[in-house]
C-alpha cells in the first residue's frame, strides 16, 4: 500500500525552529521527486518545496525561500523540510506529496495526511 506520513508538527514560537518529516513506503522512493505543501486556515493549499528524486535541485516559494530546507534520505525513504526563523503566517497543515518521475517510473501521486505547524507566542 503506497504512504505518506509525516510527522514532527507541533507548536514554536516565532523565531525558533521545527523539522517535519515525511516517511514513505509501498513505492520506489528513489524514483520521484518530493514536494512539501501547506495549508493555512482559511486559505488555498500551496507549494511550499519541492527536490528531485536524487536531491540534486531543490526549488522553494519566495515566501519561504533562504529559511527553509527540503531535503531527502533515499536510504531511509524520507523527506524532510527544515524550517527556520519561523514565523505566524508559517502555521498551516503541512503535506508531502510524490513529485516527478524518474523513467522508467510512471506517475503515482500519493498525499500525506498531514502535520500541523503552529507559530505563536
Known amino acids: 500500500q503506497v504512504q505518506l506520513v509525516e510527522s514532527g508538527g507541533g507548536l514554536v514560537q516565532p523565531g525558533e525552529s521545527l523539522r517535519v518529516s515525511c516517511a514513505a513506503s509501498g513505492f520506489i522512493f528513489g524514483g520521484y521527486g518530493m514536494s512539501w505543501y501547506r495549508q493555512a486556515p482559511g486559505k488555498e493549499r500551496v507549494l511550499v518545496a519541492g527536490i528531485t528524486s536524487t536531491g540534486g535541485s531543490t526549488n522553494y516559494a519566495d515566501s519561504v525561500k533562504g529559511r527553509f530546507t527540503i531535503s531527502r534520505d533515499n536510504a531511509k525513504k524520507t523527506v524532510y523540510l527544515q524550517m527556520n526563523s519561523l514565523k505566524p503566517e508559517d502555521t498551516a497543515v503541512y503535506y508531502c506529496?510524490?513529485?516527478?518521475?524518474?523513467?522508467?517510473?510512471?506517475?503515482?501521486?500519493?498525499w500525506g495526511q498531514g502535520t500541523l505547524v503552529t507559530v505563536s507566542s
Open positions: 506529496k510524490t513529485g516527478d518521475p524518474t523513467p522508467p517510473y510512471r506517475w503515482l501521486e500519493v
